[in-house]
């Protein structure tokens, strides 16, 4: 029987959907062991304690709170060493973060504190003896590799979205505590938080991604494409590398090899010819939908449903279609 | 394409990084905008720059002189990988390099070398080649473009040049003339001729089916003037010109690999995606037989290149040997091209499809520096002794 | 500045991979290798850096087999000053382990800034980068898009889901770099040439204990074969039909 740590990952005073993957993994992975305890660790301004029902729900049995207005924004350094230090003095047999932005740069520098390895965005994951075995995509997501984790605690990152949080409830018992440095003693500061343009839906979460590519012919076309997203309601926009690199769109949106890697449940390409750094980033989605007016575009290969035709003209038919198809649905 | 006689193992990590750096900058400067100059019949002056900065003019020659002091397999990988963008490209290379900048490396005085080359190297002073003549192609030895000298020591130049590549954006011409009043080729010369000297002009040639991202022109030279320096002091006879084509052919026969390669990889990809009778073309037999005979020609001429790089660097390269290379190369690479533009179909006669712009720059490329005919019958004196010629 | 570059030589990422018989790698037969992507944009980096501020110097440094000379002669040939290679028999699964072999190399060189890139494109970890950092005792800031240093001081530009944020920090520091750095310049012909004569050394990996081993490396399983609805505008209504009966994502 061992104790699970859990990092809840918050952002402007709200718990992150990243955040109850984490717990929700931590939960199955303690009662795997022989029904340990959940305790997630819960950083950031004061009143960020009110959140720690919602990591009950999780399965969550301790919420280790720590309150501090220099933890109001990220803080990589207060927080790594927090971590580590309850993560330390807790004997847990592992811990979890989820492989968000700020999970990935998180979990390495808790690992290195401990002087502990790390699996980074994993899978899945499952005890076996005295070792984690984990499985992750390498490779552009081209191989599957399998790896032994040994030591304790086995500190890991989850990939956003692998593994669906379930609801488990415990009774998320608080416990306050300190940060284990000085906020305001970081030497990394933030001077500036931008929220995304218009606030959309990131595409890591969305369950429906709607990308385009250079068939848009123009920046300003990509307002088909945005047209379409909102349609869908629930759908982020995508960008590929050649029109990042044009500046239509901004390296944040790319999706592929060097860019973003997504698993929505949806994936429609909108003139994106497929080539294979972007086929790296989209190919686990559940569904991809490809319209190009070339026939012979790899894209096609991996794509469950093809229209073949000018992306222009079939982009605003698409979208008043899905319109007419929620509205009645 | 891949690499599958591997070749690779043949070449040092040096050559591989050349090849991979020219590839890159093909890729990146040239493939994107090749297809509309072609189109638009234009040399792509902006990327000059780009090549010079890389590194590419001269490269065989000396560090000394601000080039890059690569070996000749290396000079030969920056031919294959940029004729693989396109013929013209390559034959702007050639000739700035072999035709221009050997010439002055070779037959020119030490102020010359050090007043040009480095300015060559860095893409500065463009230079072209003239030897060829409205009715001396095949037959370089009976031109009629004449130098007298005068009795300060000066030169005046008359006679035409035609097919010269870069004639009009040349700010040198290396001109070969026969001097003062002797018909026999033992008295050509070679001078290097500023083209803003007052007789000298250049004239585009127009209507151009091949080699359209070119720039070909006719030179007339009427009465040009030029100062006692500007003849190439070690330059002497028939040899000195013929000399200059060994370079350039050598760089040739690597070059028409590239092309040759472009248009497999191209049908390759093509033949592999494209749906006919519910199965891809590539698995019909006709084509896999094209595609056979394509990567089979191309690995032999890879190894012909290699091994003739080879001999170069060792010093016993012969113009004979060279003959072979440059005739095998494109005469195969003229067939490859040709078959991948059928492979590719109705698809084959777009612009869009990198074949059939090959197709037809290799008729040129076939023809210059040494017809296939002529070097077959270079190949054949060379064996028996005796001279078909004439 | 004195900057660190640390570089990986990876496969290239358009293969398409075969697993090896011991099945716990990937078949390396007829691949071609090259420096990972960010870390191509890291050295161009620190390139730019160097070029824009005056004299500095840029070392590059890898850690593997004797192969790994390619990737660091690569880097000289781009323009980086030296270059030290950390001698291991294999590039170990464990990022513990490299970035202490690193850490024990970079501790003492008084470096202002020591870049990796975001992560290798074949391993997939990013974590090499923060955990050397952090054996470092340097203030770390990863994934950044931007990255501009005036008086001792880097500010740089992190994007995050939905978000971005700028922060500050002196140096010396390590940063990873993503897209939005700038990509590598392809090195010129005579850049080749005079990385020949630039130095290499070869030293020992201090790895110490490995906590990773790779059970197993297999492929993905195949995605169904897909099928093109139609043409044109004329094919929406059926492809909006099947969204909603079949893959039931409408």
């Known amino acids: 029987m061992a104790n699970v740590f859990a990092f809840a990952e918050s952002r402007g005073g709200a718990l992150r959907r990243v955040a109850f993957e984490a717990v929700s993994a931590a939960r199955a992975l303690a009662d795997a062991s022989g029904g340990g305890e959940v305790h997630a660790l819960l950083a950031g301004a004061p009143g960020i304690a009110s959140l720690a029902p919602e990591l009950g729900k999780y399965g969550a049995d301790v919420v280790i709170v720590v309150e501090h207005p220099g933890l109001a924004n990220a803080n990589a350094e207060a927080l790594a060493a927090t971590a580590a230090e309850r993560i330390r003095a807790g004997g847990y047999r592992a811990a979890i973060f989820s492989a968000s932005a700020q999970g990935r740069d998180l979990a390495p520098r808790v690992a290195a504190k401990l002087g502990v390895s790390m699996a980074a965005d994993v899978t899945s994951f499952e005890l076996a003896g005295d070792a984690l075995v984990v499985r992750h995509p390498a490779y552009a997501g081209k191989v599957i590799a399998t790896l032994r984790l040994t030591g304790s605690p086995a500190i890991v990152t989850l990939r956003p979205g692998a593994r669906a949080a379930v609801e488990a409830p415990r009774a998320a018992r608080v416990e306050n505590a300190q940060p284990a440095s000085d906020p305001a003693a970081s030497k990394v500061v933030v001077k500036e938080m931008i929220a995304g343009g218009g606030a959309k839906l990131d595409i890591g979460d969305a369950p429906v991604i709607v990308s385009g590519g250079r068939g848009l012919k123009s920046a300003d076309n990509f307002r088909l494409v945005e047209d379409l997203a909102a349609a869908f309601g629930n759908a982020a926009v995508g960008a590929t590398r ?26 429609v390409a909108c003139g994106i010819s497929g080539a294979i750094q972007h086929i790296a980033g989209m190919r686990n989605s559940r569904t991809i939908v490809a319209i190009n007016k070339d026939k012979e575009a790899p894209i096609f290969k991996v794509a469950d449903y093809g229209i073949v035709g000018d992306v222009i003209e079939i982009l605003p038919v698409l979208t008043a279609a899905v319109k007419e198809a929620r509205a009645k649905g | 394409m891949q690499d599958f006689f591997d070749i ?8 591989r990084a050349v090849r991979a750096s020219v590839r890159q900058f093909v890729d990146e400067r040239i493939i994107p905008v090749i297809g509309d100059c072609y189109i638009e019949g234009r040399f792509p002056k902006e990327i000059i720059p780009g090549l010079a900065e890389l590194g590419v003019f001269g490269a065989n020659l000396p ?9 000749n397999v290396s000079y030969g990988l920056i031919m294959q990988e940029l004729e693989r963008g396109d013929s013209g490209i390559r034959s702007f290379a050639s000739v700035q390099g ?22 060559m190297a860095a893409g500065e002073i463009i230079g072209c080649f003239g030897l ?8 370089p030895s009976g031109m009629i473009t004449m130098a007298k000298e005068q009795a300060d020591g000066s030169w005046v130049l008359n006679g035409a040049k035609m097919w010269i590549t870069n004639g009009s954006q040349a700010k040198v011409a290396i001109v070969w003339a026969k001097t003062n009043g002797d018909k026999s080729d033992k008295s050509i010369r070679g001078f290097i001729v500023p083209t803003d000297t007052p007789g000298f002009t250049a004239k585009d040639q127009k209507g151009k089916l091949s080699l359209r991202a070119s720039d070909t022109s006719e030179l007339v030279f009427q009465d040009v003037h030029l100062p006692k320096d500007a003849i190439l002091p070690k330059s002497g ?18 070059g028409v690999i590239g092309a040759a390669m472009a248009c497999y990889e191209e049908s390759l990809a093509y033949s592999t995606s494209r749906v006919m009778f ?24 890879q190894l012909v290149s290699l091994h003739l790089g080879r001999l170069k660097d060792a010093g016993k390269l012969t113009p004979q040997q060279v003959s072979l290379a440059k005739r095998n190369n494109c005469d ?12 590719l179909g109705a698809n084959g006669i777009l612009a869009e499809y990198a074949s059939m712009r090959h197709m037809a720059n290799l008729e040129s490329v076939y023809t210059y520096e040494g017809t296939h005919d002529i070097h077959t019958l270079i190949l054949g004196q060379a064996v028996t002794g005796l001279s078909a010629f004439n | 500045m004195k900057i660190a570059v640390c570089i990986k030589r990876v496969p290239d990422m358009e293969t398409r991979f075969k697993i090896a018989a011991s099945g716990t790698a990937v078949d390396e037969s007829g691949l071609k290798y090259d420096m990972s992507d960010f870390d191509g944009y890291a050295v161009e980096t620190a390139l730019q850096l160097n070029e824009k501020q005056g004299p500095g110097e840029t070392v590059v440094i890898s850690l593997g087999p004797d192969v790994v000379q390619e990737q660091l002669r690569k880097a000289l040939s781009m323009g980086a000053d030296r270059a030290v290679q950390l001698k291991a028999d294999k590039v170990p699964a464990d990022g513990l382990a490299i970035a202490r072999a690193l850490a024990a190399e970079l501790q003492g060189g008084g470096y202002d800034l020591i870049l990796f890139g975001r992560q290798a494109v074949d391993s997939a970890n990013a974590t090499v980068g923060p955990m050397t950092a952090e054996l470092l005792g340097l203030p770390c800031a990863t994934a950044v898009s931007t990255l501009e240093i005036a008086n001792g001081r880097a500010t740089a530009r992190r994007d995050l889901e939905g978000a971005a944020e700028i922060v500050e920090f002196p140096l010396p520091a390590v940063v990873s770099v993503d897209e939005g750095m700038p990509r590598a310049r392809y090195p010129s012909l005579k850049g080749i040439m005079a990385a020949k004569k630039k130095p290499l050394e070869v030293k020992p990996a201090q790895l110490g204990a490995e906590h990773i081993a790779i059970e197993k490396m297999e492929l993905p399983p195949e995605r169904a074969a897909g099928r093109i609805v139609g043409e044109g505008t004329a094919a929406v209504p059926e492809l909006v039909r099947l969204l909603h009966t079949e893959a039931k994502v409408l």
Request: some cysteine.
């Open chain 1, 242 to 267: 050649a029109v990042t690199d044009d500046g239509w769109r901004p390296h944040s949106d790319q999706i592929g090899q060097t860019g973003r890697q997504v698993s929505p449940d949806l994936y």
């Open chain 2, 8 to 15: 690779d193992s043949a070449l040092s990590e040096e050559e």
């Open chain 2, 63 to 71: 560090e000394e002189y601000g080039c890059a002091g690569l070996n």
């Open chain 2, 98 to 119: 072999a035709l221009v900048m050997y010439p002055i490396f070779t037959f020119g005085s030490e102020e010359q070398k050090k007043h040009y080359l480095p300015k």
């Open chain 2, 132 to 139: 060829t003549e409205p009715d001396y192609g095949s037959n």
């Open chain 2, 237 to 254: 006879g028939i040899k000195s010109p013929l000399m200059c084509l060994t370079q350039a052919r050598y760089g040739i026969s690597w």
């Open chain 2, 278 to 301: 519910d199965k891809p073309i590539g698995g019909f037999q006709l084509q896999q037989q094209r595609l056979a005979i394509m990567l089979t020609e191309i690995v032999k001429a």
């Open chain 2, 332 to 343: 195969m690479a003229t067939d490859i091209a040709r078959e991948a533009r059928r492979l």
